[in-house]
C-alpha cells in the first residue's frame, strides 16, 4: 500500500495537496533522475486500485466509468439538437486552459464534420489568464456565476462542466450551485481528483457556502443522474499542490474520452458502452509508454533548459497546431507554478491568434508578452536571442514542414540551441535538411497519422504536455526552485494557496498555525511588527497585498527557521540567490 494512503500521512490535507512519497528527493536528482521520477509519477494516473479495500476511486473504478458513459450520452443527445444546446467547460488557471484547449479543438473536429458548434470555454479572469497567471478571480463564487449565467443566456439545454483538480475553486463552486438553482437548463458535472469528503470546506468571503457543501447537495442530485461528480483519485502531485500536472492530465483523458465516445455514437451509430471507454483508457496509458519511451532525451532536454534557466536564460517553445497550444499553456503556468517571470518561458503559435480561436480574439495589444504568433517570435525575440537562450520547435510530421523549415533556418543564423521535439508517422518522412538544423531532435513514434474521428491530435498533445511539463518542471528543479517536493517561492496569489503557504511553513518549521501565520503575514507586509489593521485584515486583502511582493515564503520561512527579523530573513535570502539553498543553509544554520 502507497505510505500517502495511511491514515497518519498528512492528515489534513487532501490528495491533491499532500506531498508525494515517490518525488520527496527530486529537488536533489539529476536530469535522468528527475525524469525517471515524472514518469512514475504520471503512471499513478493508470492505477487501477490504491488498496485491497478500494478506499478511493481510480479513473478505471466501475463508479467512474458508469459517470462516463451517462455523460457521453448526454454529449450525443447535444448534437443531435444543437441549436439550443451548449456544453460549457470552466476551470481557473490550468482548468481552464484545457477548458479552453478542449472546447477549440472540439468544435474545430464538428466543423471539419460540417456539424454546429456545441462547446464553449470559461476561464477565471478571462482570455489573459490563457497567458498568465490570473489567480486572484479564481476566490470569486460570484464572478463565476455570473459569467456562466452570460455565456448560456437563451440556451434551453447546458451541460455544464466544472473544472477544480483539488476540489477547491470558489469560481466554480459559484457556478455549480447557479446550475442547481436553474436544474430545468443545466446538468452540472465536476471534475476533480479528491474524494469528496476531502473537497474544500473553509468558508467563502461573502459567500454562505463552501465546496464541499455544494458537493454534498450535488450528491444528493447524483443519485437521480441529474448531476455528476467525477472524482477518481490520481495519487499527489510530484510537486505537492501543483495540479497542472497528472490532475491537468487527468483532465484531458476524461473530458475527450467522454466528447469522443459522444460524437461516436452520433456520427457512426456506435453504442457508448463501458468496455468502449475503458478501451480508451489503455489507449492512454500506451501514449505514456511511448512517450516516455523517450525518457533519455526527454532528460537531455530537460537538462539544457535547466543549465539556460541557471544562467537567466530563456526558454522558448514555437509549436504548430495545437502542439504550439501545449506549448502556450506550459509557459503560462510556469508563472504561477515556480514564481518565474512572464519572459522566462513564452510560447508562440504559428498563427497566432487566428490559430487560438479563443473567446476575446486578438490580445496583442495588452502587452509584449501577449504576442504569441511566430510573427512575433521573429520579430520580438529573434534579434535579441541570446547565447543562455533555448529554442525548441514542437510539431508533428503532418504540419507544414516548408514552413517549418523556414522558420528553423531563420533561428539557425541566430542560435545554435534550437532543438526539435516532434511526432513521427510511418507514411512521413522528415527530411534529412530539416533534422541537420536542429542540435537535437526528440522524436516519439506513431503507428499512423492521426484521423478526425479520431480526435486528431489527442493523443500527440497529452504526449507533448507530459514532455513539455518534464523540461518546465525539471528545469526549474535544477534552477533550485524546490526543496524537497514543494515550490517554496510560490505566489501567495488566492486563498488556496494563501493556506499552502501556511501549511509548507508549519511542515519546515515546526512552528505552530500561529506562528507561521504571523511569519508570513510580516512578509506580506514587510513590516517587523504587524498592526490591528494587517491582522484583522481578511485573507483576501492579505492575497492582494502579496501579489505585489517577491519571495513572501523564502522570507517568512527564514523568519520562522533563524527566529529573526525580516530585515536578517532578507538579507540572508540575498546572500543565496538560489532558494533551495538558501533554505538548506538556514536550516543546516539552525541545527548547529
Ligand atoms: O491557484 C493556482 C492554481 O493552483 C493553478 O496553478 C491551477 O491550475 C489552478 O489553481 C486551478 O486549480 P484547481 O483545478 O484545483 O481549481
Known amino acids: 500500500m502507497e505510505t500517502w494512503i495511511t491514515a497518519g500521512y498528512e492528515p489534513s490535507l487532501p490528495v491533491t495537496e499532500k506531498s508525494n512519497p515517490l518525488t520527496r528527493d527530486i529537488d536533489k536528482a539529476d536530469a535522468k533522475h528527475i525524469v525517471h521520477l515524472l514518469k512514475n509519477c504520471d503512471a499513478e494516473i493508470f492505477k487501477k486500485e490504491w488498496d485491497a479495500h478500494g478506499s478511493y476511486q481510480t479513473l478505471s473504478s466501475e463508479s467512474v466509468i458508469q459517470k462516463m458513459v451517462h455523460l457521453a450520452k448526454k ?12 456544453i460549457v467547460m470552466s476551470g481557473c488557471g490550468t482548468s481552464g486552459r484545457l477548458a479552453f484547449l478542449l472546447a477549440t479543438s472540439f468544435n474545430g473536429l464538428l466543423k471539419e464534420l460540417q456539424h454546429d458548434q456545441i462547446y464553449y470555454y470559461i476561464i477565471a479572469g478571462g482570455d489573459k489568464a490563457l497567458l498568465t497567471s490570473q489567480e486572484s478571480t479564481e476566490d470569486s463564487p460570484q464572478r463565476g456565476a455570473e459569467m456562466l449565467r452570460m455565456a448560456c443566456e437563451g440556451k434551453k439545454r447546458v451541460l455544464f462542466i466544472g473544472i477544480s483538480c483539488g476540489l477547491s475553486a470558489p469560481f466554480v463552486a459559484g457556478q455549480i450551485d447557479f446550475c442547481m438553482h436553474n436544474m430545468n437548463v443545466f446538468t452540472p458535472v465536476v471534475i476533480g481528483f479528491n474524494p469528496v469528503k476531502m473537497a474544500r470546506n473553509e468558508p467563502i468571503c461573502g459567500w454562505p457556502l463552501t465546496f464541499r457543501r455544494v458537493l454534498k447537495r450535488m450528491e444528493e442530485l447524483q443519485k437521480s443522474n441529474e448531476a455528476f461528480i467525477i472524482n477518481p483519485v490520481l495519487g ?8 497542472r500536472l497528472k490532475g491537468g492530465s487527468a483532465t484531458k483523458i476524461v473530458l475527450e474520452t467522454i466528447f469522443l465516445a459522444g460524437h461516436e455514437a452520433f456520427f457512426s451509430s456506435k453504442n457508448i458502452t463501458v468496455q468502449h471507454i475503458l478501451n480508451w483508457m489503455e489507449i492512454y496509458k500506451d501514449v505514456h509508454t511511448v512517450t516516455y519511451s523517450q525518457s533519455d532525451k526527454i532528460a537531455f532536454l530537460v537538462q539544457q533548459v535547466g543549465e539556460s534557466l541557471q544562467q537567466s536564460g530563456h526558454v522558448y517553445y514555437v509549436g504548430w497546431s495545437s502542439l504550439g497550444v501545449m506549448g502556450v499553456i506550459d509557459a503560462s503556468e510556469c508563472i504561477p507554478t515556480f514564481g518565474a517571470d512572464i519572459e522566462d ?7 497566432g491568434y487566428d490559430e487560438l480561436k479563443n473567446n476575446e480574439g486578438d490580445l496583442s495589444s495588452v502587452g509584449p508578452a501577449f504576442r504569441i504568433g511566430h510573427v512575433d517570435f521573429v520579430n520580438d525575440i529573434l534579434p535579441h536571442v541570446s547565447k543562455s537562450d533555448i529554442i525548441i520547435f514542437l510539431f508533428a510530421l503532418d504540419d507544414d514542414l516548408r514552413d517549418i523549415e523556414t522558420l528553423a533556418n531563420q533561428t539557425k543564423l541566430k542560435t545554435s540551441n534550437l532543438h526539435a521535439v516532434y511526432h513521427a508517422y510511418p507514411e512521413c518522412s522528415f527530411p534529412i535538411d530539416l533534422k541537420k538544423v536542429f542540435s537535437s531532435v526528440l522524436s516519439v513514434a506513431w503507428p499512423a497519422v492521426p484521423l478526425v474521428s479520431e480526435g486528431y491530435h489527442i493523443k500527440q498533445e497529452l504526449s507533448t504536455k507530459w514532455i513539455l511539463n518534464a523540461i518546465s518542471t525539471g528545469g526549474h528543479i535544477l534552477k533550485g526552485k524546490i526543496y524537497c517536493n514543494y515550490m517554496l517561492d510560490l505566489k501567495v496569489t488566492n486563498t488556496k494557496l494563501f493556506k499552502r503557504a501556511v501549511n509548507i511553513l508549519q511542515k519546515f518549521t515546526r512552528c505552530s498555525y500561529s506562528e507561521s501565520l504571523k511569519a508570513l503575514l510580516q512578509a506580506i507586509y514587510d513590516v517587523e511588527e504587524l498592526t490591528g489593521a494587517m491582522t484583522d485584515a481578511d485573507v483576501i486583502e492579505h492575497t492582494i497585498a502579496a501579489s505585489t511582493r517577491t519571495r513572501v515564503l523564502p522570507t517568512a520561512l527564514v523568519i520562522l527557521i533563524r527566529r529573526c527579523s525580516i530585515s536578517e530573513a532578507k538579507s540572508r535570502l540575498d546572500a543565496h540567490p538560489v ?10 544554520a539552525s541545527q548547529d
Open 345 to 351: 518561458v513564452r510560447g508562440f503559435i504559428w498563427k
Open 236 to 243: 499527489p502531485e510530484a510537486i505537492s499542490g501543483s495540479s
Open 75 to 86: 454529449v450525443e443527445e447535444i448534437l443531435k439538437d444543437p441549436e439550443e444546446s451548449l
Open 579 to 588: 532558494i533551495r539553498e538558501a533554505v538548506e543553509a538556514c536550516l543546516a
